[in-house]
C-alpha cells in the first residue's frame, strides 16, 4: 500500500519503473499524479487503469502430431481460478493418434477456458484458454477481439446448381400415354427398328426392367408367325410453342432408381430404408484419409512366402525354462530388424522425389484399438534383444490401448509389421504406411503334412508348423527382385533362431 502511495505521488519514479518513454506516456503519469489526492484513490487508481493492465497468455491448439489438422479437448484438467506452474498438465487432448496431454509453458493462473471440454474438430491455432501472472485480476479477463472461440464445425453447404447453357436438343419421340417405358439394350433397340416394332408389344425380363436382345427376338418370332400386328403410325401432331418442362421433369428417368435413404431418429426404431450415421472419431477419419491416399498414390507389389516355426517354437520353449516369456510376434520382429541390417536398402522411404535410405532400424508394430489402428514404433530393434523387444511390445501396447501414447512414440518408423494369426487369419494383404516402403503382414501359424526324407532317404509325413507371410512394398523403392531376396533372407533368418543373436 505505501509502496503504490508513493509511486502515485512520485510520477518521475512511477514512469521509469513502468518504462513509459513517449509524450502520451509522460502526461498519463502526470495525470496519475494529479489524480492522486490520497492514499485510497491512488491505489485505486494504479489498479484499475486498462494502461498497466498485461495482457493475458493465450493458449492455443498444438500441432502434437505431423498429420494432425484439428483436436478435440477430452478434459480439462485445471480449473478457473487455480494457480499454474510451467510443466503442469492444463487439459487432455485428442488428436488423430492418441490422447495426448498438453503442459503449461508459463506460470500463472488459469483465467479462462474458451472451449469446454468434450469439444471437437478445435482447428490447429485455435485459442482454448487463457492465462494471467500472478497477482492479477484474473475474473475480469476478457477474450481478446482477434482470437475467439472457433465455430462449430458445420456442415458442408451444397453450392446452389450454376445454370446450365442452353443446349438445342433433338425432339425425342414421345410415348403414349398410358403405355409402359422401357429401358432398351443397345442390341435390342436395333432389332426393333429394323423391324417396325414397339418394347410395348412385349415383356422386359433383364434386370431392372432392362429390354434385353432376347426379348426383342421372341418379338421378332411373334411377328412372324402373325400373333402380333405392326404398330399403326401415330399421325404427327401439329408443333405449337409450349413452355420448356422443368429440370426435375426433364432429368426424370423412366425407371425406378433407389433414392438414398433418410437418417433415422435418435431414440426410435428404425424404419424400413433408413440408416444410422456413426461418429467418426479423429483417428478413423485420418486413418481413412491415409489409406485411400496409400492405395491410390503408392504402387503396391505383393510377395509371399512360407516359414517354418519349428525351431521358433523350440526356442521359444526353452526360454520359457528360464522364466524368459517371448511371443512368436517378437521373433518375427527382430527377424525383419536383422534382415533389414543385413539389406539396408530395402529400410527406405519414399519422400516425393526420390528414395531415401534411412539411418536407424525402427519397427512400427500395428495395434488395433477401440479407436483404431495405430503403430507405435520398436526404436533401433536390431540393436536390442529379444527380451527388450518383448517388453517394449507389451508396454506400448498398453498405453496405445489405453490413448496414452508420446508423440515420439508413434512417429517416424521405417518399416511395419501387421499380425493378425492372434484373430486366427492365415494370409492377407496390408495397405503401405507412407512413407515408409514395405508391410509385411503375418498370419497364425499352422500344422501342415510335409513329404520329407529321412537320414536313408526314406520318404515320410511330418508335421510343420508353418506361418503365411505376405510382404506389401512400394514398387519405386522395392522392386519384385529386391522384395523375393528380402523374403528369402527373412525366412532364412526366422527359421534359423541361432542368427537372431
Not at 447453357?165 to 443397345?186: N, Y
Not at 529400410?347 to 489402428?373: F, H, M, Y
Request: charged residues 25%; contains cysteine.
Amino acid at each position: 500500500m505505501a509502496a503504490s502511495w508513493r509511486l502515485g505521488c512520485d510520477p518521475q519514479l512511477l514512469r521509469c519503473l513502468l518504462g513509459f518513454g513517449s509524450r502520451r506516456s509522460s502526461e498519463l503519469v502526470k495525470g496519475a499524479a494529479r489524480w492522486s489526492v490520497g492514499r485510497g484513490a491512488s491505489w485505486r487508481w494504479f489498479h484499475s487503469t486498462q494502461w498497466l493492465r498485461a495482457d493475458p497468455i493465450k493458449i492455443l491448439m498444438p500441432s502434437l502430431s505431423p498429420t494432425m489438422e484439428e483436436g478435440n479437448i477430452v478434459k480439462w484438467l485445471k480449473k478457473e481460478g487455480e494457480a499454474v506452474s510451467a510443466g503442469d498438465a492444463l487439459c487432455e487432448i485428442e488428436t488423430d493418434k492418441a490422447v495426448v496431454t498438453l503442459d503449461a509453458s508459463d506460470d500463472g493462473i488459469l483465467a479462462r477456458i474458451v472451449v469446454a471440454e468434450g469439444s471437437k474438430n478445435i482447428r490447429l491455432g485455435s485459442l482454448i484458454g487463457l492465462l494471467v501472472e500472478e497477482g492479477e485480476d484474473w475474473k475480469h479477463v476478457e477474450i481478446p477481439k482477434d482470437v475467439g472461440p472457433p465455430p462449430p464445425a458445420a456442415k458442408p453447404s451444397v453450392p446452389p446448381p450454376s445454370p446450365e447453357p442452353q443446349i438445342s436438343t433433338p425432339v425425342k419421340k414421345e410415348h403414349a400415354p398410358g403405355k409402359l417405358q422401357f429401358r432398351l439394350s443397345p442390341a435390342a433397340r436395333n432389332i426393333l427398328e429394323k423391324h417396325a416394332l414397339d418394347a410395348n408389344q412385349g415383356t422386359a425380363t433383364g434386370p431392372r426392367g432392362i429390354f434385353t436382345k432376347e426379348d426383342a427376338l421372341k418379338l421378332v418370332q411373334l411377328k412372324q408367325t402373325g400373333k402380333i400386328t405392326e404398330p399403326r403410325p401415330t399421325p404427327a401432331l401439329p408443333t405449337t410453342p409450349t413452355a420448356p418442362l422443368p429440370p426435375q421433369a426433364a432429368a426424370t428417368p423412366s425407371y425406378p432408381r433407389p433414392m438414398i435413404p433418410p437418417v433415422s431418429t435418435p431414440g426410435q426404431p428404425n424404419v424400413e430404408g433408413t440408416f444410422t450415421e456413426i461418429p467418426a472419431s479423429n483417428i478413423r477419419r485420418v486413418i481413412a484419409k491415409r489409406l485411400t491416399e496409400s492405395k491410390s498414390t503408392i504402387p503396391h507389389a505383393y510377395a509371399t512366402t512360407d516359414c517354418d516355426l519349428g525351431a521358433v517354437l523350440k526356442a521359444r520353449q526353452n526360454l520359457v525354462k528360464d522364466d524368459i516369456k517371448v511371443s512368436v510376434n517378437d521373433f518375427i520382429i527382430k527377424a525383419a530388424a536383422v534382415t533389414l541390417k543385413q539389406m539396408p536398402s530395402v529400410n527406405a522411404s519414399w519422400d516425393g522425389e526420390g528414395a531415401k535410405q534411412l539411418p536407424c532400424i525402427d519397427i512400427s508394430v500395428a495395434v488395433a484399438t477401440d479407436r483404431g489402428l495405430i503403430t507405435p514404433v520398436i526404436k533401433d530393434a536390431a540393436a536390442k534383444g529379444l527380451q527388450e523387444i518383448a517388453d517394449s511390445v507389451k508396454a506400448l501396447s498398453k498405453k496405445a490401448r489405453d490413448g496414452k501414447l508420446l508423440p515420439e512414440e508413434y512417429q517416424g518408423g521405417s518399416f511395419s509389421i501387421s499380425n493378425l494369426g492372434m484373430f486366427g487369419i492365415d494370409e492377407f494383404t496390408a495397405v503401405i504406411n507412407p512413407p515408409q516402403a514395405c508391410i509385411l503382414a503375418v498370419g497364425r501359424f499352422r500344422p501342415v503334412l510335409k513329404l520329407t526324407q529321412d537320414e536313408e532317404g526314406n520318404a515320410q509325413l511330418q508335421q510343420r508348423q508353418l506361418i503365411t507371410v505376405t510382404m506389401s512394398s512400394d514398387s519405386r523403392v522395392v522392386d519384385d527382385e529386391l522384395a523375393t531376396r528380402f523374403l528369402e533372407s527373412f525366412k532364412a533368418n526366422l527359421e534359423n533362431p541361432l542368427r537372431l543373436a
